[in-house]
């Protein structure tokens, strides 16, 4: 059973910095390409960044609201992914879901984790 | 703004047929990418519910559909049920400056 569990979220003041990491199981994750996808409070969903696998250079993509200030990485030794986040503001306020992404072209966002709420707030 | 546009909310009583639709343009769903479905209930997670246009992953009920034609596509749910009430969002690729992966700004589905 394919599972996603995202953790590190938390309150932060505008301007700070927080990093989310997610653990993941049940499929073979080094060869995942994997995506950050947040939801604001009573919005709708947003891509926020992507990370292939080694065999495509672990190249990554991001939003355009969040490129400079986030940074998504993976650790295929330890099956985890991380989404570190600099320079935090109140619109950042959100839903964190850690996604697995399609990359044999449907390009479809697959498994999703259970979310971790980040809060930017003074 | 959405990249891809859906209508704010459906209804229908159980057993009825609702349709949601999902419309794009030529850096997305016109350039030939595929639509996806997700379906969130409230307090959870979004699910993937159908892909490839007309996929439906292991598990999911054959009342839901999927077509793409165009620039657009459309959910549809037959026999509709209580616990399909939920929220339900269009997603593709796109080319443009808008971001990779798309989405539609969701539709609530009320199970009168």
């Known amino acids: 059973e394919v599972q996603l569990v995202e953790s590190g979220g938390g309150w932060v003041e505008p301007g700070g910095s927080l990093r989310l990491s997610c653990a993941n199981s049940?499929?073979?994750?080094?060869?995942?390409?994997m995506s950050w996808v947040r939801q604001a409070p009573g919005k709708g969903l947003e891509w926020v960044a992507l990370?292939?696998?080694?065999?495509?250079?672990?190249?990554?993509d991001y939003a355009a609201p969040v490129k400079g200030r986030f940074t998504i990485s993976r650790d295929d030794s330890k099956n985890k992914l991380y989404l570190q986040m600099n320079s935090l503001r109140t619109e950042d306020t959100a839903i964190y879901y850690c996604?697995?992404?399609?990359?044999?072209?449907?390009?479809?966002?697959?498994?999703w984790g259970q979310g971790a709420l980040v809060t930017v707030s003074s | 703004q959405s990249v891809l546009t859906q209508p704010p909310s459906v209804s229908g009583a159980p057993g009825q047929r609702v349709t949601i639709s999902c419309t794009g343009s030529?850096?997305?769903?016109?350039?030939?990418?595929?639509v996806h479905w997700h379906q969130q209930v409230p307090g959870t997670a979004p699910k993937l519910l159908i892909y490839?246009?007309?996929k439906r992953p292991s598990g999911v009920p054959d009342r839901f559909s999927g077509s793409k034609s165009g620039t657009s596509a459309s959910l549809v749910i037959t026999g509709l049920q209580a616990e399909d009430e939920a929220d339900y969002y269009c997603?593709?690729?796109?080319?443009?400056?808008?971001?990779?992966?798309?989405f539609g700004a969701g539709t609530k589905v009320t199970v009168l």
């Open positions: 490839g246009n007309n």
């Open positions: 996604v697995t992404v399609d990359s044999s072209g449907y390009y479809s966002l697959d498994y």
């Open positions: 997603q593709s690729y796109d080319t443009s400056l808008s971001g990779f992966y798309v």
């Open positions: 030529s850096s997305n769903i016109g350039a030939g990418y595929d």
């Open positions: 049940g499929f073979t994750f080094s060869n995942a390409w």
């Open positions: 990370i292939k696998t080694k065999t495509y250079g672990g190249a990554t």
